[in-house]
């Protein structure tokens, strides 16, 4: 069965500084998608980055980039130069590509504050 | 390009009434999902429809909960009738298709049930 862990309920960073939001999964589809979004206090989830399974480079959208380690199942989310509007929630999330459900599933989030 | 749109924002009710929530996803998505979040954890899907076919409801609890997608656009959530333990954050997403790699979310339907 899939599984995502987020092992960091919170961490504060300081403005300017990079982070790494730890997300670890489980699957045995060898066919799979990672994403992460961001859900600032408004509620709403926001599309950050996507990595494929068979994606041999690390995916990167501006200021984020995700460090996608296969054999560890791990799929951190680095964001470089943080911000004071990168405060939010921050949810790794899994899809078996070839699953007929396809469905996505979503780890507990990890509440990032940024000090100014 | 107007986003995914929910309504209500916020929903205050009692136990055992009834409560709707209505999403209207992206012009042209195929694919609606609903999810339920609850506090401090991330979203867990209830139901998808591929246009106006629920084609993964196992999540969704069947006693109480129930949804429609007529004509496969809008779509409605419904609760009756509403426990303590439905209080929740109700998200809308859409996508083009189900492959889609990006699902676009509403703002959500804060619901609390006393």
């Known amino acids: ?116 | 390009e107007a986003g995914v749109v929910q309504s209500p924002r916020y929903k205050i009710i009692e136990k055992k009434q009834p409560v709707a929530f209505w999403c209207n996803p992206i012009s042209g998505h195929n694919t609606l999902y609903w999810y339920l979040q609850n506090l401090g954890q991330g979203p867990e899907l209830l139901i998808r429809y591929e246009n106006e076919e629920a084609v993964d409801d196992s999540q969704l609890p069947k006693d109480r909960f129930s949804a429609e997608r007529l004509k496969g656009v809008d779509s409605t959530l419904k609760i009756q009738p509403a426990e303590l333990g439905d209080s929740a954050v109700y998200l809308c997403a859409s996508s083009l298709r189900t492959s889609g790699i990006e699902q676009f979310f509403g703002p959500g339907t804060r619901l609390t049930v006393l």
């Open chain 1, 1 to 116: 069965a899939q599984k995502i862990t987020q092992t960091q309920p919170g961490m504060f960073v300081q403005e300017k500084e990079a982070v790494t939001l730890d997300c670890t999964y489980d699957t045995s589809d060898p066919s799979y998608g990672l994403f992460w979004y961001k859900q600032p206090s408004s509620g709403e989830m926001i599309f950050l980055i996507y990595q494929g399974s068979y994606d041999q480079q690390n995916a990167t959208e501006g200021r984020y980039s995700l460090n996608f380690q296969k054999a560890r199942k791990s799929a951190n989310l680095v964001i470089s130069a943080s911000q004071l509007g990168d405060s939010a929630m921050y949810f790794c999330a899994m899809r078996e590509v070839d699953s007929s459900a396809s469905k996505i599933i979503f780890g507990s989030g990890t509440r990032l504050s940024i000090r100014p």
